[in-house]
């Protein structure tokens, strides 16, 4: 997808949020801003890189963009106020605390609600072609994972290690045997995993 030579000229934020469908833990969103015409061949969508290879792009994101940052929505905020807006929150305040004030957004996915006074482009599978959204994705996955371990220690019945507060079959076992802890969600519906329909 080809940028207009009005959007080109703009400083331009990339923004991706994660953990959107786990039953535990913050959703974090990240903003980032590259130089013009920047490059690196291993930048891509977060969730076709092995944790190693995420872990490995995250200082050379940091290091190499104009200005990034990451922001988190918590579990008691998300049941607040839902999901949707709760993601699109995270994606404000990343947006709000990024160095460099951004001029243009682009955003991984088909919706967003308007950040004040600046135009946006949803771009569908964004974090596959934009390097902006792709580092955003990388960052805003690998600051909640590593958030996710931090905790797990505190309930280890849950299985975070290993599932960072997605509903695996063992996690789902875990809630529906142990009940909720501080960190999920509580308005997330839990189903049992052994449950079939005829």
């Known amino acids: 997808m080809l940028l207009s030579t009005f959007q080109d000229l703009l400083v331009e934020a990339g923004c ?7 039953l535990a833990g913050p959703v974090f969103a990240a903003a980032v801003i590259f130089p013009k015409n920047y490059h690196h061949e291993l930048l891509n969508d977060s969730k076709k890189l092995s944790e190693k290879k995420r872990m490995a792009l995250r200082p050379i994101i940091e290091k190499e963009a104009l200005a990034y940052a990451v922001a988190s929505v918590s579990a008691e905020e998300i049941d607040k106020i839902n999901i949707h807006n709760a993601s699109y929150l995270a994606m404000h305040r990343a947006l709000d605390q990024l160095e460099i004030k951004a001029e243009y957004i682009i955003v991984d996915g088909n919706r967003f609600i308007p950040y004040p006074d600046l135009a946006h482009t949803c771009i569908i599978k964004g974090d596959g072609k934009y390097l902006s959204i792709a580092a955003a994705s990388i960052l805003a996955k690998t600051y909640r994972d590593e958030y996710m371990m931090n905790i ?3 309930y280890p019945t849950y299985d975070w290690l ?3 507060g997605y509903p695996t079959v063992k996690h789902r076992n875990a809630v529906l045997e142990h009940g909720l802890t501080p960190h999920h969600r509580k308005t997330f519906r839990i189903t049992d995993p052994q449950l079939k329909l005829f």
């Open 162 to 164: 290993q599932n960072k």
């Open 152 to 154: 797990a220690a505190e």
């Open 16 to 22: 991706d949020e994660a953990g959107r469908g786990c």
